[in-house]
């Protein structure tokens, strides 16, 4: 079968038999796509540097009659993450990104939006400005895949909660009034609620100016990883990563 030539971004890699390299990798042209990298831990010239997770590639891949997993000819660097400086903080996200996209994308499904807000994403998620970027991350991708439920009313009433408090629960699939919240809820408050709206209309890079205390809009992405793991039916160990992350 022909090769296929795809714009990529590296999701994660496993080590497969000797010096080959399964890879998860999340293609503009088909959507998440598993491979083989045959000799991928010796073979510099065919992808040096190019298969750590969150890499910009462009991917050269070969489908194969009758096996579930492409052969991964090579990859050429398009950006790197690691041309800038990986704080602890910033490889934490990174992973965090990874793992939602590994998680969420169906196998072979193209999904234009999520790879541009991907590629828009990792560009702001530089340095020390790790918060606001994957709030940024999380708001979206869930709406994108259809996860997200409406924010502006209370799932058991329907009251509109313009201007008045609004609560989350880890198994409730949206916001409610203070009447209706359930027992042990968490409070969103309304300036996380209007700071995902803002985030909605505007693109990641119009935030980027100011660099976020990881207080902020913390409620906002709890209540989306809380979402996110109800969907999966999983944990995501790097929202637990992040959580410990001191500031
Ligand atoms: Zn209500």
Redesign the pocket.
């Known amino acids: 079968m022909p090769l296929k030539e795809s714009e990529a971004i590296i999701l994660r890699t496993y080590p497969l038999r000797e010096a080959d390299l399964l890879v998860t990798f999340f293609t503009r042209l088909e959507g998440k796509v598993r491979g083989v990298a045959r000799s991928a831990k010796k073979s510099k010239r065919r992808f040096g540097g190019a298969l750590e997770p969150l890499t910009y590639v462009r991917a050269y891949y070969e489908d194969r009659e009758g096996q579930e997993l492409t052969r991964l000819d090579s990859c050429d660097v398009i950006e790197s993450p690691l041309a800038n400086e990986v704080s602890y903080p910033r490889a934490v996200a990174l992973g965090h990104v990874a793992e939602l996209l590994g998680e969420l994308l169906p196998e072979r499904e193209a999904n234009d939006a999520v790879f541009r807000l991907t590629l828009s994403v990792l560009a702001t998620l530089s340095g020390a400005n790790v918060w606001m970027p994957v709030t940024y991350f999380e708001l979206w991708l869930t709406r994108l895949t259809g996860f997200l439920p409406e924010l502006s009313e209370?799932?058991?009433?329907?009251?509109a909660l313009n201007g008045s408090r609004a609560f989350f629960h880890a198994l409730a699939d949206g916001l409610?009034?203070p009447?209706?919240k359930r027992l042990a809820s968490a409070e969103m408050s309304s300036d996380s609620r209007s700071l995902a709206a803002q985030m909605f209309r505007a693109p990641v890079e119009s935030f980027s100016s100011t660099t976020w205390a990881k207080a902020r809009a913390s409620d906002l992405r709890k209540f989306l990883v809380q979402t996110l793991e109800r969907h999966i039916e999983k944990k995501l160990v790097t929202a637990a990563m992040l959580e410990k992350i001191s500031s």
């Not at 209370?154 to 009251?159: M, N, W």
């Open positions: 209370c799932i058991v009433c329907g009251e409610m009034c009447e209706d």
